[in-house]
């Protein structure tokens, strides 16, 4: 028995008083809706309608169901209209992912920014260094740094590129001189930043993996920049994090020719097909304000005011 059409069935003869009106309304035979009637008083063992061959009138029962009925019907057609306007309208729980750093400094700023212009949306950002599954942990939006298009079913969004660059303290290169050659970095302190992408060390171009006895072993680069900037050693920092340390005086950039462990970023969402506007809208969002932002960077990390080319003399 199909339920719903069976209440339906059963309100359409209560309404119009009528099992033939109710079938001419429902675009079906009589007999058709007389069945309906009668399935759904068995499966309900309760009877709705009092019937002769020349009238028609509502049980106690009856009255009380039609009451219930209308009520969920008219709840599944709020159901209805709301699910087609989230198409055409940003509303709802907006729920996010990215890794911690990226997010605190990239997103964060741009998730202001959204709710400012989409009021109705409120957002769950997730900020982790694991990679959740987008569907399984409800994610609509997954904001991933990958070193080319991820392998996925799902629909993926070029937001760009990012890169890394070798960094150190005023302090740390006034005692210690400027390397100028990845060779020179083993005589040199060194802070690990663990990065899953690039396990085995410090990849300069196709170069092998320069491996060094680390000083220090961070899993977030906030970490590692907080380390350089206290004169502990060189560090290589994402460029969403090296560009704001450079700009504050806290660190200088080495080598400025060497760009190292590039990666793409893209926003990774279900499907096209029948898109939430809300996520239409963020995604949007995000298209339109992190490339200037990575430009942002990318200028101050290619400001020589921030490099350190020179040898600076070496201290005690």
């Not at 977030?220 to 050693?233: D, R, T, V």
Request: proline fraction near 6%.
């Amino acid at each position: 028995m199909d339920l719903l059409h069976c209440m339906q069935a059963f309100v359409r003869v209560a309404e119009s008083g009528s099992f033939c009106r109710a079938a001419q309304q429902l675009k079906i035979s009589s007999p058709t809706v007389s069945r309906q009637v009668a399935a759904l008083e068995e499966q309900l063992c309760a009877r709705l309608l009092q019937r002769t061959t020349r009238s028609l009138a509502l049980t106690e029962a009856g009255q009380r169901y039609l009451q219930r009925c209308k009520a969920i019907f008219a709840e599944l057609e709020t159901a209805a209209v709301e699910a087609a306007g989230a198409q055409s309208r940003a509303v709802g729980c907006l729920r996010l992912h990215t890794i911690t750093g990226f997010g605190l400094e990239h997103l964060m700023p741009l998730v202001g920014r959204y709710i400012e212009r989409y009021p109705e949306v409120h957002i769950d950002l997730s900020l982790t260094e694991e990679t959740p599954a987008l569907l399984e942990d409800g994610l609509d939006v997954l904001v991933t740094l990958s070193l080319g298009l991820p392998d996925s079913e799902f629909v993926a969004q070029r937001l760009g590129q990012i890169y890394s660059v070798l960094c150190a303290a005023p302090a740390y290169l006034d005692r210690h001189g400027v390397p100028t050659r990845p060779a020179q970095l083993h005589e040199h302190r060194c802070i690990m930043l663990a990065d899953p992408l690039y396990p085995q060390g410090w990849y300069f171009g196709r170069e092998a993996a320069f491996r060094f006895q680390n000083v220090l072993r961070v899993n977030q680069p906030e970490a590692a920049c907080q380390a350089a900037a206290s004169g502990m050693g060189i560090c290589l920092l994402p460029s969403f994090v090296a560009a704001k340390a450079l700009s504050e005086g806290r660190l200088l950039r080495l080598m400025p020719d060497r760009q190292l462990h590039p990666r793409e970023v893209y926003a990774l969402y279900s499907s096209r097909r029948f898109l939430d506007a809300k996520i239409r809208t963020w995604v949007e969002h995000l298209k339109a304000h992190l490339p200037p932002a990575f430009e942002r960077d990318r200028l101050t990390l290619d400001d020589p005011r921030y490099w350190a080319t020179h040898e600076r003399p070496q201290g005690t």
